[in-house]
């Protein structure tokens, strides 16, 4: 399932390249968790740690972020976009605290320092959410993020798109899923083939692939065929 990950955020980056665990690296810059930790004890992504730190890396310049004990990075490793195509990239995790649960999270590089721009958490302990995929997903020229909100409860796609340095809720559609309890990566994510990008997930219980644009505000998805990880890997690359 890692490797099916590392396709994933690859697909979704562009121009990112693999990395160590808990890394993420586009162009110039580098992003890092740090810190490994257990004080969460979620253990969602089976045993994988959660993080306490986080680092941004660029030409002459280091920013960081060190959470409270309050709160984690409950995530595989940070994702790079240039969501504000200035050049720079934002760094897109999943913050968690311990009363609150998840809210999917970006910071952006602000000189020597990283400004936070968040979800709503969850609401509740131990409820995460999965990131699904980033990019300008109906051809407007602003940058859409997607995750799934509970992927083993609520199964719902959320889309949000991130425009004038804020978070925009779009829409959201129900009945897909992306993560398995205890696995270290996240299935799917985002393919562009002949047409608009596309969002793939699972459905809700993994027996399909399916396919999931955003036109007009609304999603719209369709069926893939039968699910499993290598017809993932293929759909992922418009096999």
């Not at 200035?86 to 605290?97: A, F, K, L, R």
């Not at 409820?127 to 990019?135: K, Q, S």
Request: include cysteine; charge should be neutral.
């Amino acid at each position: 399932m890692m490797r099916l990950a590392a396709l994933c955020w690859a697909l979704l980056a562009g121009a990112a390249t693999a990395a160590p665990q808990g890394h993420a690296r586009l162009g110039t810059y580098t992003a890092q968790f740090q810190v490994p930790t257990h004080r969460y004890g979620h253990a969602i992504m089976g045993d994988l740690p959660e993080w306490g730190r986080l680092c941004l890396t660029g030409p002459g310049t280091q920013a960081c972020v060190t959470l409270p004990e309050t709160a984690v990075f409950e995530d595989m490793a940070p994702r790079l976009a240039d969501l504000d195509h200035d050049g720079i990239p934002e760094v897109v995790v999943v913050e968690s605290t311990m009363t609150q649960g998840a809210a999917l999270v970006v910071y952006r590089l602000d000189k020597t320092t990283l400004t936070r721009i968040a979800t709503p958490h969850i609401g509740r302990r131990n409820r995460w959410l999965a990131p699904a995929g980033i990019g300008d997903l109906d051809g407007d020229g602003s940058v859409e993020i997607a995750y799934v909100d509970r992927p083993h409860l609520a199964k719902t796609l959320r889309i949000w798109r991130y425009e004038n340095g804020a978070l925009h809720h779009v829409t959201d559609q129900q009945g897909l899923t992306n993560h398995r309890i205890g696995d270290e990566g996240i299935a799917g994510g985002l393919r562009t083939c002949d047409g608009p990008p596309e969002i793939l997930t699972a459905n809700a219980d993994w027996s399909q692939i399916i396919a999931t644009r955003l036109t007009s505000g609304r999603t719209h998805t369709r069926p893939l065929g039968r699910y499993s990880a290598a017809a993932m890997t293929r759909a992922l690359r418009c096999n």
